[in-house]
């Protein structure tokens, strides 16, 4: 009559035993017994894997710029770095500049680019990557150098964020 109650409480495995077991033996031989009905339980319990359907997919931007013109081009959003980079060289010389040259290639994140806000010669702008839009023109601000005291302006700003895509 004792043990007719034993059923209807879990058993649950001690110490060296996997979950599922129990363990047996004793005097210096020990092993492992599977606990009646336990399996179905952690079978039925037990999450299905699903195979994913989608990724997060990387995406480029470039920027491009003219010394001798001040032409520039840029792109953003493109699925490869040479993509970006044609896209971007083909907008700096479509004006006809030649001596266009990258200026940034980046992935996954957000771009900022000052310039000067007049001054001299030895005015300096500045790119800047990060995160977000403001983090990156908190960095790019962060190279404007401008002994006229008027700072830098934005010259361009964007993001190149990874996009959900199917696999």
């Known amino acids: 009559m004792v043990c007719s109650w034993l059923p209807a409480f879990p058993a649950f495995a001690e110490g060296r035993c996997p979950p599922g077991q129990y363990p047996v033996g004793g005097q210096g031989v020990g092993g492992c017994a599977p606990i ?3 399996a179905a339980s952690q079978q039925r319990a037990a999450p299905q894997a699903t195979a ?3 990724r997060w997919g990387t995406r480029w931007g470039a920027i ?3 010394a001798a013109t001040s032409d520039a081009g840029a792109a953003t959003g493109r699925l490869t770095k040479s993509d970006a980079l044609s896209e971007a060289m083909a907008k700096c010389r479509r004006n006809g500049a030649t001596d266009c040259k990258v ?3 980046y992935s996954n994140q957000c771009v900022a680019w000052v310039v000067p806000d007049g001054g001299d ?3 300096l ?3 800047g990557e990060g ?3 403001e983090l990156a023109m908190k960095k790019a601000q962060s190279y404007c150098e401008n002994r006229a005291g008027n700072g830098c302006e934005v010259a361009y700003s964007a993001c190149s964020l990874p996009e959900i895509e199917p696999i």
């Open 121 to 123: 010669a030895t005015a």
């Open 125 to 127: 702008g500045g790119l």
């Open 64 to 66: 491009v710029a003219s």
């Open 131 to 133: 995160a977000t839009p």
């Open 52 to 54: 994913p359907t989608s």
């Open 103 to 105: 200026m940034a290639e």
């Open 36 to 38: 009646p009905g336990a």
